[in-house]
């Protein structure tokens, strides 16, 4: 009755606001496509008339400096670089006055001749105007093919013409950048819906259903003959609700005083001011925050860190890619014992604030960094920041859930993180295309400084846990390790099953999908894209095979099928190597890991009763953890040192056999071990 008070009108407002942003951003798209489309071909008619006005201009120097046409060297290389670094020009010519090709670079000179001596004598009056340009091609399947050709005059001493510059682009290029732009539009419209819904969920939870969720709380107390008042709220609602009842307590208690009578009331304890219930639903918009943030640069990161290698180094551009990723995830790891310990003293918010304000520095070191080294350290500071505000976020939800609601708190905060994980590599992409790298970067270190003032609001300043025990369980801490390291099916799971699986996500998703990918031709929009994978997969079936394993009690089964299902998804890769087989690899990850993740917790407690009894389950799981972060934080490096001897398509196939060897011998010695009373075998 209490739920139907709140949670139908809720609901309903809820998904009417969630279409009405649905279907208002799919008009506003509609609508604003043509224009899109349409602008493309002329923005790269104007970009090839502002390259060949810059390189004739550069021409025309030399030549005032007197040397002549004939004697002009370097220009060959001179277009190279210019092609290697203006994307969509498919060609830079260099003719005579009569159409004669000196130097072509993107097409051969033979094949341009014909068709731009066709341009002369008019070329003078057509300068800087794009033009259709036919040119025949090498290919079996056609035998020529049009571009879009924009000539500038090159001239000695700004009046006598000597030559003429042609650039050229094809349309095919176009068609496919509108393509691009497709996609883009979609994954930025589903990018703002999961947004969207994270925004709403936590301001409809702190305007509209915590304080009809008090209300019924209070009505519930009243009915019982509790008249104590709820303490002060700032919304708006929660405050009419409050004066309102508030008045009608005092009558009853001055009622009773008058001696109307014997009430449930009249034995009533000292009154006490009892503050609304935090609702941990509002920590999801501060975890998918600093999440979403962590999580822009996964496209590109490791094409990113390669640039800088150099020499003095001594490190490959492999090595140099996978270091600052390992020393991110290594740093993180360790750190979170000392940060959770740090926020149980000091408070969440305090911990949350010095987290975000940490991560924001590392974001602008990794964006601002002229070395190596100080890349280096700017990650490391990133590691700490994220490792204090996922301490104080999965603080939050220990300190304000108990044991009979602490799952459904839990996986409030994991959603979060899979929302995140699903949108997040998407928008980082696009972001990348228009920004560049390093913008990407500020724009995450301003999520994170966004989220300071959310988190004022939300976490209660200087909070301390409320469940000291629980709070020590979450931090992890590496107790009772010796008794662990002698329960076999633990040191079992936890090598051969989660450090593989920990291993294969960071060393595979999150290092070598955007080397591959970017050695294949893709754009980092198109990574984000194929990243984004992975989290659907994961979102959609992680609920579903959980359940699973829980009514069928087939836990040992799912991990084994989940780990021999990641780890042969990145074989096919070595028979057919492109970018299909990649995806292929990335869908067979999402799948394995949902079907293993929740059952592999299962197996770990079941061990752990059943092995090491004394051994307290939260210090376990914090050990546990701490062992999958480890192999996380070594999964860059291995996929780097591969990378160097093997390239990175073999060094996909060789963690996919790592996973497959690991998890193969788990299988077999746990299925060889005398069957116990709820073990793993009962899994």
């Known amino acids: 009755m209490r739920r139907q008070l709140y949670g139908a009108s809720a609901k309903g407002f809820f998904v009417f606001t ?39 201009l550069k021409i025309g ?24 670094q203006t994307e969509g020009i498919s060609y830079l010519a260099l003719t005579r006055l009569d159409g004669t090709v000196m130097v ?31 040119v025949p091609v090498a290919d079996r399947n056609a035998d020529q093919r049009t571009y879009r050709n924009t000539a500038a005059l090159v001239l000695q001493n ?52 915590g304080p009809l969720r008090a209300l019924a709380d209070w009505v519930d107390r009243m009915a019982r003959g509790d008249f104590r008042s709820p303490g002060p709220s700032e919304s708006a609602l929660a405050k009419g609700i409050h004066a309102r009842l508030s008045a009608l307590a005092a009558g009853v208690r001055a009622a009773l005083d008058g001696g109307l009578g014997n009430s449930p009331a009249a034995g009533m304890t000292e009154l006490r001011a009892s503050p609304l219930v935090k609702d941990v639903i509002m920590i999801r918009i501060l975890t998918f925050l600093f999440m979403f943030a962590s999580m822009l640069s ?61 991560m924001a520095s590392g974001f602008c070191g990794t964006a601002l960094a002229d070395n190596f080294w100080l890349l280096v350290l700017s990650r490391a500071v990133e590691g700490v920041g994220y490792a204090s505000l996922f301490m104080s976020c999965q603080g939050y939800v220990v300190d304000n859930t108990n044991p009979e609601n602490r799952s459904r708190g839990v996986a409030t905060f994991v959603s979060a993180i899979m929302v995140s994980e699903v949108s997040a590599p998407a928008v980082g992409g696009v972001l990348a295309d228009s920004l560049g790298f390093r913008g990407v970067f ?15 609001r939300i976490l209660g300043a200087g909070s301390a846990p409320r469940h000291p025990a629980s709070a020590k369980a979450a931090r992890g801490q590496p107790e009772g390790l010796v008794a662990l390291m002698r329960n076999a099916r633990f040191v079992l799971i936890a090598l051969f099953a989660a450090i593989p699986a920990k291993l294969l996500h960071s060393g595979f998703l999150i290092f070598l999908t955007p080397v591959i990918l970017s050695k294949f ?35 040992f089964a799912f991990v084994v099928t989940g780990g021999v299902i990641a ?74 040192v591969l990378t160097l001897k093997l390239g990175p398509v073999t060094a996909m196939a060789g963690l996919g056999m790592v996973m497959l060897v690991s998890i193969l011998v788990c299988a077999v010695v746990i299925s060889t071990q005398p069957r116990e009373k709820g073990g793993l075998h009962a899994a």
């Open 18 to 56: 969630l279409l009405l942003m649905l279907f208002s951003q799919i008009a506003l798209s509609i609508a604003s496509w043509p224009a899109i489309k349409g602008q493309l071909v002329p923005e790269l008619d104007q970009k090839s008339s502002t390259v060949a006005k810059s390189v004739a």
């Open 61 to 84: 120097r030399a030549l005032d400096y007197g040397i002549p046409l004939d004697g002009l060297t370097g220009i060959d290389e001179f277009f190279g670089e210019i092609l290697a």
């Open 104 to 134: 072509s670079r993107g097409i051969e000179g033979a094949r341009l001749q014909g068709p731009l001596q066709s341009l002369f004598p008019g070329i003078r009056e057509q300068t800087g105007k794009p033009m259709s340009l036919t």
């Open 158 to 209: 700004d009046e006598i013409e000597a030559a003429v510059i042609h650039v050229g682009f094809d349309p095919v290029y176009a068609e496919r950048k509108v393509g691009d732009l497709r996609y883009a539009v979609v994954i930025v419209l589903f990018a703002s819906l999961l947004i969207g819904f994270e925004i709403l969920l936590a301001t409809l939870t702190q305007n509209f259903i």
């Open 298 to 358: 996964r496209p590109f990161l490791p094409v990113y860190l390669k640039g800088f290698a150099d020499d003095g180094l001594g490190l490959s551009p492999e090595l140099a890619a996978s270091l600052p990723i390992t020393v991110y995830l290594g740093v993180m790891a360790l750190s979170m014992p000392y940060v959770g310990r740090w926020s149980d003293s000091h408070g969440r918010q305090a911990g949350f604030v010095l987290g975000a304000i940490l």
């Open 442 to 456: 500020i724009v995450a270190a301003a999520l994170a400084l966004i989220s300071v003032p959310v988190a004022y």
């Open 521 to 555: 031709g893709s754009s980092p929009s198109e990574i984000g894209r194929f990243a984004i994978v992975y989290g659907i997969v994961a979102l959609l079936a992680m609920p579903v095979f959980s359940n699973l394993a829980d009514r069928y009690r087939c836990h």
């Open 567 to 640: 780890g042969a998804g990145m074989l096919p890769v070595l028979l057919s190597p492109q970018p299909a087989t990649v995806l292929l690899g990335i869908l067979a990850l999402g799948l394995g890991q949902a079907m293993s993740i929740s059952p592999q917790l299962t197996l770990i407690t079941r061990a752990i009763q059943t092995g090491s009894p004394d051994t307290g389950s939260g210090s376990a799981l914090g050990v546990f953890r701490l062992i999958e972060r480890v192999g996380g934080a070594l999964g860059p490096l291995l996929a780097g």
